[in-house]
C-alpha cells in the first residue's frame, strides 16, 4: 500500500511515518501544498496513494481544505470509476466535535487523537477497511 502523510511538525511526521512503515511505503511531507501536488503526481504516473494521514493544523494552511481540494481532484478526474480514491485519516490534536464533523464533511473517512500508538492507529485502518 502507498502511503501519504502529512504534518507540519517533524517529530509527528517521523512518528507517524514509523508506524504506517509496517503497512506500506510512506512518503511524509510537511505542507498541504507539498501533498496535494505530490498526490497528484502519483496519479499520473499510475501509482495513486491508497491512504492518506492529514493533521488539520498545518501551520497556517488548515488540513481540512486540503483534503477537500483532493476529493474536488478526484471528482473531477472521475477517479472513483477505476476505483482509486484514497481514503484519508485525519491524525491531529484537534478533538472537538466541530473538528471532527468539518473533517468528515470535507471529505476524510476517519479521525485519530494525537499521541498516535499502534494500537489506536491499527483500529482505524480496520475501521475504514485498509487492513483486516
Given at each position: 500500500m502507498r502511503i501519504l502523510t502529512v504534518d507540519d511538525n517533524y517529530v509527528n511526521r517521523v512518528q507517524i511515518k514509523?508506524?504506517?512503515s509496517e503497512y506500506g511505503d510512506v512518503d511524509a511531507v510537511p505542507n498541504g501544498d507539498i501533498a496535494f501536488d505530490i498526490f497528484v503526481a502519483a496519479h499520473?504516473?499510475?501509482?495513486p496513494y491508497s491512504l492518506i494521514t492529514m493533521d488539520i493544523d498545518l501551520g497556517g494552511t488548515d488540513g481540512r481544505e486540503i483534503v477537500a481540494k483532493i476529493r474536488d481532484w478526484e471528482a473531477k478526474m472521475e477517479v472513483f470509476k477505476q476505483d482509486?480514491?484514497?481514503k484519508i485519516l485525519m491524525v491531529t490534536v484537534k478533538?472537538?466535535?466541530d473538528d471532527v464533523f468539518s473533517s468528515f464533511n470535507k471529505g476524510c473517512e476517519g479521525y485519530l487523537i494525537?499521541?498516535?500508538t499502534p494500537e489506536s492507529l491499527k483500529e482505524q485502518?480496520?475501521?475504514?477497511g485498509l487492513i483486516d
Open positions: 514509523t508506524l504506517l499520473n504516473d499510475g501509482v482509486q480514491e484514497a478533538d472537538s466535535g494525537k499521541p498516535v485502518l480496520i475501521k475504514i
